[in-house]
């Protein structure tokens, strides 16, 4: 079992950046690929990025690549979200997520792949 507990949400103006953490428990996370996911009101929720549990291979949603960067570091049990030149529709609240099956190859991008869940952060870019 893992608990994750997100941080680092809040109001930015359009053009700003936030930092988000994602603090996991146990001692099994080193194992895990991490994912992100965000969901606006009224919409379902979707895939922003994901990083292997070796750290080696990122990966990105189209909308957000170039913009956002994901990171770990195993030894602190924290995956983070760097998010620059935010824009007004990345609006959402923002869930960190743990794949505990990850594949060989690739990660997984659906909602359904991730069996761990915090509870997530608000993130409101004001235009």
């Known amino acids: 079992q893992v608990q994750l507990v997100e941080s680092g949400g809040g109001l930015v103006q359009a053009g700003g950046s936030l930092r988000l953490s994602c603090a996991a428990s146990?001692?099994?996370?080193?194992?895990?690929?991490m994912g992100w996911f965000r969901q606006a009101p009224g919409k379902e929720r979707e895939f922003v990025a994901a990083?292997?549990?070796?750290?080696?291979?990122?990966y990105y949603a189209d909308s957000v690549k170039g913009r956002f960067a994901i990171s770990r570091d195993n030894a602190k049990n924290t995956v983070y979200l760097q998010m620059n030149s935010l824009k007004p529709e990345d609006t959402a609240v923002y869930y960190c997520?743990?794949?505990?099956?990850?594949?060989?190859?690739?990660?997984?991008?659906?909602?359904?792949?991730?069996?761990?869940w915090g509870q997530g952060t608000q993130v409101t870019v004001s235009s």
């Open positions: 990083i292997k549990w070796n750290t080696i291979s990122t």
């Open positions: 146990g001692r099994t996370f080193s194992r895990y690929d």
């Open positions: 997520a743990a794949d505990r099956t990850p594949s060989m190859l690739g990660v997984a991008s659906t909602v359904a792949d991730y069996a761990y």
